[in-house]
């Protein structure tokens, strides 16, 4: 069995939310599985020094157009949430505290949350509003409310944007595959191919 | 006829260079023409508060990794100039001089001077330099010095990138098909697709 691929996102990147809806399909087809990694960009921007992608000018008409352009082309339904940028603290911390209990059910939680982000217009920066996304997928809301503020969970996030920030990754969504990174929605080409050659 | 390509790119940009291998067999394929336009991101840039790409920390060591990888892919020959980032307002001049005396010469001598930058590490920056590689294509070496120096056509340059930025080109390559801008020599796939059925 090949390695998998590590697909990093923040849930406030409609780019990431691109994304979503087609890498577990694309790795399938090649024998691949995926392993979800969500990190807070905010993080990753202060080392960079970059500023949130619909607040640069030219670059942000340019993205709200291409946006809804690129959805349309892979079918996908999108709408800028009301509330935007938005803070993915308690949807991360949400889906790594499930990871620890269930991996599978953690990326069920990360779909639905980026759905309810990225098509319902919810407010997922909300605790409350996570538990409810938990509760629809079977996940017992006030354990899924503590298990948010645990100090484990709050650290565990921390160590995985810290670690994802020294492995490179400056974006969402990146995608790593046999130590490669691919940067953007629009390079899943690229990684397809990657994935198809065995390398180039 | 349908209406032509427009192709803006600036010649210090790598992934313009990359697009410029390619722009012109994808639009023949599709039965469209390319107007090609160089413009100058340094004044781009001062409007969108954006930093030359390999300067950005984390995304400029992605970008280096990234260009010769794709470079590779698509079967190009490319190495960063040894003097980085350069000015690139000598071709451009010199490419809108010789366009508005013969318009198939002055794409020839934007690809010999992508080359030039990109593949034999010469500095398009200097004029002389610039002259040369006009020369190779047999433009008198004194007339074209002199045309790059002439009011019109640094008054023509600067109309071209005013233009551009007020269509919103704000990074290179940038193609516009039928009114629709794509950014990125990453999107070429989408102009492709764009082209192929007639928009989505």
């Given at each position: 069995m090949?390695?998998?691929i590590?697909f990093?996102?923040?849930?406030?990147?409609?780019?990431?939310?691109?994304?979503?809806?087609?890498?577990?399909?694309?790795?399938a087809?090649?024998?691949?599985?995926?392993?979800?990694?969500?990190?807070?960009?905010?993080?990753?921007?202060?080392?960079?020094?970059?500023?949130?992608?619909?607040?640069?000018?030219?670059?942000?008409?340019?993205?709200?157009?291409d946006?809804?352009?690129?959805?349309?082309?892979?079918?996908?339904?999108?709408?800028i949430?009301?509330?935007?940028?938005?803070?993915?603290?308690a949807p991360?911390?949400?889906?790594?505290?499930?990871?620890?209990?269930?991996?599978?059910?953690?990326?069920?939680?990360?779909?639905?949350?980026?759905?309810a982000?990225?098509?319902?217009?919810r407010?997922?920066?909300?605790?409350?509003?996570?538990?409810d996304?938990?509760?629809?997928?079977?996940?017992?809301?006030?354990?899924?409310?503590?298990?948010?503020?645990?100090?484990?969970?709050?650290?565990?996030?921390?160590?995985?944007?810290?670690?994802?920030?020294?492995?490179?990754?400056?974006?969402s969504?990146?995608?790593?595959?046999?130590?490669?990174?691919?940067?953007?929605?629009?390079?899943?080409?690229?990684?397809?191919?990657?994935?198809?050659?065995?390398?180039?």
């Amino acid at each position: 069995m090949a390695a998998p691929i590590e697909f990093f996102f923040d849930f406030s990147s409609p780019y990431g939310f691109l994304a979503a809806n087609r890498i577990d399909d694309l790795a399938a087809r090649h024998g691949r599985s995926v392993v979800w990694r969500p990190v807070l960009l905010g993080a990753v921007f202060k080392v960079s020094g970059q500023q949130p992608l619909l607040e640069i000018p030219l670059k942000g008409d340019y993205t709200k157009h291409d946006l809804a352009r690129f959805a349309r082309l892979w079918g996908v339904q999108i709408a800028i949430p009301p509330i935007f940028p938005f803070s993915s603290v308690a949807p991360s911390r949400g889906f790594y505290w499930l990871e620890a209990r269930d991996q599978a059910l953690a990326v069920r939680f990360a779909k639905a949350a980026f759905a309810a982000a990225w098509q319902q217009g919810r407010d997922i920066s909300k605790s409350d509003v996570v538990a409810d996304i938990g509760a629809a997928l079977g996940v017992a809301r006030e354990d899924f409310l503590a298990g948010m503020l645990e100090p484990a969970t709050k650290e565990k996030l921390r160590q995985e944007v810290d670690a994802a920030i020294k492995r490179g990754v400056f974006g969402s969504p990146y995608i790593v595959v046999d130590g490669e990174g691919f940067w953007g929605a629009d390079r899943l080409w690229q990684v397809e191919e990657w994935l198809k050659r065995g390398g180039w």
